[in-house]
T-cell receptor
Framework: TQLLEQSPQFLSIQEGENLTVYCNSS?????LQWYRQEPGEGPVLLVT???GGEVKKLKRLTFQFGDARKDSSLHITAAQPGDTGLYLC???????????WGAGTKLIIKP | GAVVSQHPSWVICKSGTSVKIECRSL??????MFWYRQFPKQSLMLMAT?????????EQGVEKDKFLINHASLTLSTLTVTSAHPEDSSFYIC?????????FGSGTRLTVV
């Protein structure tokens, strides 16, 4: 069974602080996706990384895919209350379309 | 980009009744759709993979006779929760694959009373 361990599961910090969310696995993924979900809505794709060592930036968000394509991180710089939400990572395999989901990180940014 | 429309957004039903949730791909053809269930503050749990024109593939522990999935066209998949019970109350989300990757519906909050 492929597992994608996401940590931390819950994080509450003050506005302006930095934070990092991690997703780790013993399995290799062909791609790693990060989603943000608001309460009562479906997940919204933030980014997809596919190359080992790849780094993508989305404004204050930096996403990194591990060299071995087994782990990924999401770093938020100078967090803002609007960043509050549930962040989910999901790993993809070429063999099928199914995604392996992390447990999610509930992020709260306090003003 | 790809858009997936999911209806209804929320539904309240009496115990023992059935509820149908629709998931439509609006501007692309979705050969494969996925149905997820999500409990509060938790990640998505894949229930089944739906392929157009064939039987759905259910994940272990998901009752196929209780959660009926129909994918009769390339733009529509439905999930019917039959004989719903309070423990079926949850947030159900569909997603479809396209050239743009995975696109999710907005979800359906089901409350069984």
């Amino acid at each position: 069974t492929q597992l994608l361990e996401q940590s931390p599961q819950f994080l509450s910090i003050q506005e302006g602080e930095n934070l990092t969310v991690y997703c780790n696995s013993s399995s290799v993924f062909s791609s790693l996706q990060w989603y943000r979900q608001e309460p009562g809505e479906g997940p919204v794709l933030l980014v997809t990384v596919v190359t080992g060592g790849e780094v993508k930036k989305l404004k204050r968000l930096t996403f990194q895919f591990g060299d071995a394509r087994k782990d990924s991180s999401l770093h938020i710089t100078a967090a803002q209350p609007g960043d509050t939400g549930l962040y989910l990572c999901a790993g993809g395999r070429d063999s099928n379309y199914q995604l392996i989901w992390g447990a999610g990180t509930k992020l709260i940014i306090k003003p | 980009g790809a858009v997936v429309s999911q209806h209804p957004s929320w539904v309240i039903c009496k115990s023992g009744t059935s509820v149908k949730i629709e998931c439509r791909s609006l501007d692309f053809q979705a050969t494969t759709m996925f149905w997820y269930r999500q409990f509060p503050k938790q990640s998505l749990m894949l229930m089944a993979t739906s392929n157009e024109g064939s039987k759905a593939t259910y994940e272990q522990g998901v009752e196929k006779d209780k959660f009926l999935i129909n994918h009769a066209s390339l733009t529509l998949s439905t999930l019917t929760v039959t004989s719903a019970h309070p423990e079926d109350s949850s947030f159900y989300i569909c997603s479809a694959t396209s050239d743009w990757g995975y696109t999710f519906g907005s979800g359906t909050r089901l409350t069984v009373v």
